[in-house]
């Protein structure tokens, strides 16, 4: 198929056949990965702005081996929120339009910022995270780490445990989930969890035992901060005490279960240090296809707009 989009911005609005498209395109670009000269001229002379509002030393990274990996030129725009209003946003992103980039890489503290970029410039925008509303290429590694372990995603049930209203890549990643034939479901203390998320054909379980019970995927989800949550989590250990992962959560799971987790996890209080060191945990699998999504997505932008 061909990829028409000029920019990436959710998994809402997009196809489970584009979303295989994707996913088939970083399958070809991971053998580039693996290679010794890991150069492919697909991108030669054309330039990829990375703009970070917010702090992620690993997803800037991943995105700039993926342009690098590609023969792009990138530049690294540093800057700083203390005023995130659209106006700023806006002549930021035409004064790069101006100068002739071909990609915008944005990552923002506020909802919609990347769709408000996308439609005031000419070149492709990348969500690379939007305030709280998504995630899309984060969606899109573990949605690769699922079908590399699972084969496809039909019937298969995944459990979400944790802040799932805080979490941008879980609304990309049930979007997609949903869209691709899986059975979602999530559980988190009642105060991180979002209303109405049943409508959307999500299943909600305050148990997480319930959640787990004979799930093929379990996605646990990274905790801010512990002041951040105020009235809204009594503490880490009240926290753990329900939801952390360990040996006995995973025994309600099927006996070929996988784990995921976004990174940098709180050990023994989101998932227990022996979970994480065991053949079940896919995280390094999840960066690796990280830099293959990414270079996917840049790839197929590029001949959907034939920049």
């Not at 980039?101 to 970029?117: E, P, V």
């Not at 995270?129 to 049930?157: C, H, R, V, Y």
């Amino acid at each position: 198929m061909i990829f028409k989009r000029k920019d990436f911005i959710s998994l809402m609005d997009i196809s489970a056949e584009e979303i295989l498209h994707i996913l088939e395109t970083a399958e070809t670009m991971k053998h580039v990965i693996g290679k010794k000269n890991k150069k492919s001229p697909y991108l030669e002379g054309k330039s990829v702005i990375v703009l970070f509002y917010e702090r992620s030393v690993r997803a800037k990274l991943s995105y700039e081996l993926a342009a690098q990996y590609l023969s792009a030129n990138i530049v690294d725009i540093v800057v700083s929120e203390t005023n995130n209003r659209y106006e700023n946003l806006h002549e930021m992103g035409r004064t790069i339009d101006q100068m002739g980039a071909d990609f915008i890489i944005c990552r923002h503290s506020m909802s919609g910022s990347a769709k408000f970029i996308a439609e005031n410039v000419n070149a492709s925008v990348i969500n690379a995270g939007d305030g709280i509303n998504e995630n899309p290429s984060q969606a899109l590694l573990d949605l690769m780490t699922i079908k590399n372990a699972k084969g496809g995603f039909k019937g298969l049930k995944v459990a979400i445990i944790g802040d799932v209203e805080s979490s941008r890549v879980t609304r990309s990643n049930i979007w997609g989930l949903l869209k691709l034939g899986a059975d979602v479901c999530v559980s988190g203390p009642p105060t991180m969890i979002p209303p109405q998320l049943e409508k959307f054909g999500v299943k909600v379980f305050y148990n997480p035992k319930e959640a787990v019970k004979d799930a093929d995927v379990i996605m646990t989800l990274r905790l801010q901060d512990e002041k951040s949550y105020g009235s809204k989590l009594a503490s880490f250990n009240e926290y753990k005490n329900f939801f952390k992962l360990d040996e006995t959560l995973l025994s309600y799971a099927s006996k070929d279960a996988i784990v995921m987790h976004p990174g940098m996890p709180h050990k023994s209080i989101e998932i227990s240090t022996s979970i994480l060191d065991s053949t079940r945990v896919l995280m390094d699998d999840q960066i690796t296809n990280g830099v293959a999504v990414r270079m996917a997505l840049l790839y197929l932008l590029s001949l959907g707009m034939g920049v």
